[in-house]
């Protein structure tokens, strides 16, 4: 089992739509999980974070996080075509008593007119 | 405030020799991480330094290394360069890196770097 899975997509969403995104991890003691957005040929830029169960909103996104299931989603709200990029999960694993960020595969939104 | 800075951009080098590349994170910011980003792989973790030490390391060949300078910035040197290690080189720096890591990364821009 990957220690971060994603779907990696593509998943095409038509403009002013709900897109869910969805994350899950292997380890249970993390405590702190982030959602990145990387456009095309740019660096991911950290969107979202959230460290307790349940829903944490922002604009337009809402990080939902379930720790008993492990798994973490981001909803983006009113999908505009400027959200199309790779969203990446990540998740802090403890390894040699201190954390490393580990990042899934991404996944690829496309919203579309 | 300054964003994460690293230098150079781009770099073509030739198979077998080295490369070093530079990261000076957001002042402040003592842990720095290097990761290597490919269309086939993803983000992969390479190491994470923190006052001068590395604390932890990915699964990549001696190969890879880096450093930490007092000054918080960091260096990657890559050795004898293999085809399959063209890619983007991000850099990341967070605060004191604690258990649950609760201040996320910041990235710089990456050095994309091409062997031939």
């Known amino acids: 089992q990957k220690e971060v899975e994603q779907n990696s997509g593509p998943l095409s969403v038509p403009e002013g739509a709900i897109a869910s995104l969805n994350c899950t991890y292997s380890d249970r003691g993390s405590q702190s999980f982030f959602w990145y957005r990387q456009y095309s040929g740019k660096s991911p830029e950290l969107i979202m974070f959230?460290?307790?169960?349940g829903d944490k909103e922002d604009g337009r996104f809402t990080a939902q996080l379930n720790k008993a299931s492990q798994y973490v989603s981001l909803l983006i709200r009113d999908s505009q075509p400027s959200d199309s990029a790779t969203y990446l999960c990540?998740?802090?694993?403890?390894?040699?008593?201190?954390?490393?960020?580990?990042f899934g595969a991404g996944t690829r939104l496309a919203v579309h007119p | 405030k300054a964003g994460v800075t690293q230098t150079p951009r781009y770099l073509i080098k030739t198979r077998g020799q080295q490369v070093t590349l530079s990261c000076s994170p957001i002042?402040?910011?003592?842990?720095v991480s290097w990761y290597q980003q490919t269309p086939g792989q993803g983000l992969q973790f390479l190491f994470e330094y923190f006052s001068e030490t590395q604390r932890n390391k990915g699964n990549f060949p001696g190969r890879f290394s880096g450093r930490q300078f007092s000054n918080s910035r960091s260096e990657m040197n890559v050795s004898t360069l293999e085809l399959g290690d063209s890619a983007l080189y991000l850099c990341?720096?967070?605060?004191?890196?604690?258990?649950?890591?609760?201040?996320?990364?910041?990235f710089g821009s990456g050095t994309r770097l091409t062997v031939v």
């Open positions: 002042s402040g910011h003592r842990s």
């Open positions: 990341a720096s967070s605060l004191v890196a604690n258990r649950g890591l609760d201040y996320g990364y910041t």
């Open positions: 959230i460290y307790s169960n």
């Open positions: 990540a998740v802090p694993l403890f390894s040699g008593g201190y954390n490393k960020l580990i």
